[in-house]
T-cell receptor, first 119, second 113 residues
């Protein structure tokens, strides 16, 4: 019954390392999102993609890049990890077209999150 | 521009009592309003949404929310709280013409036995 999966639940990396976070959804959604969640700050949008190979910057894109080569997969890349990127990373997907299969239009479906620690 | 405010960082309620988690919003067009819940070390789960229609929206786990256009509010309510309702609750809003919602900072709900 899992709909949005993330490659790791917990990840520990060293400063300066290149980090890949993977997200896969099986609902054929057009839209995919990467957020980071920090206590007291809620969810902040890093990047958004509304189609394959399309991306838009969110509120805090600095230090991050993304890749969407296939509709179901949206990757977040930390080019050179820093300690201030220690956070919970959440992936989500949504659709703005009428859908079959019981999935709700407009609603975002979230993955379980990846807790990244950069030492 | 769109924004959402959750004025309470934490709400405490006794089991069996009614609960309210507050949310106010600002959008330039018609609001699409959402509530999500997050249990510890989990992603967010959809509870309910308002797009159009009846101002009282019913959702999962016995929760409901009332859309009040004049007060620009969308408070989450439940008639009788359970200890298992203890979690972090997020309100979100987006303009009807946008793909991207804005989330509030979250409210921690603690239900005491």
């Amino acid at each position: 019954d899992v709909k949005v999966t993330q490659s790791s639940r917990y990840l520990v990396k060293r400063t300066g390392e290149k980090v890949f976070l993977e997200c896969v959804q099986d609902m054929d959604h057009e839209n995919m999102f990467w957020y980071r969640q920090d206590p007291g700050l809620g969810l902040r949008l890093i990047y958004f993609s509304y189609d394959v190979k399309m991306k838009e910057k969110g509120d805090i894109p600095e230090g991050y890049s993304v890749s969407r080569e296939k509709k179901e997969r949206f990757s977040l890349i930390l080019e050179s990890a820093s300690t201030n990127q220690t956070s919970m990373y959440l992936c989500a997907s949504s659709s703005t077209t009428p859908l079959a299969g019981g999935f709700d239009r407009d609603t975002q479906y979230f993955g379980p999150g990846t807790r990244l620690t950069v030492l | 521009a769109q924004s959402v405010a959750q004025p309470e960082d934490q709400v405490n309620v006794a089991e069996g009592n009614p609960l309210t988690v507050k949310c106010t919003y600002s959008v330039s067009g018609n609001p699409y309003l959402f509530w999500y819940v997050q249990y510890p070390n989990r992603g967010l789960q959809f509870l309910l949404k308002y797009i159009t229609g009846d101002n009282l929206v019913k959702g999962s786990y016995g929760f409901e929310a009332e859309f009040n256009k004049s007060q620009t509010s969308f408070h989450l309510k439940k008639p009788s709280a359970l200890v298992s309702d203890s979690a972090l609750y997020f309100c979100a809003v987006r303009d009807g013409g946008s793909y991207i919602p804005t989330f509030g900072r979250g409210t921690s709900l603690i239900v005491h036995p």
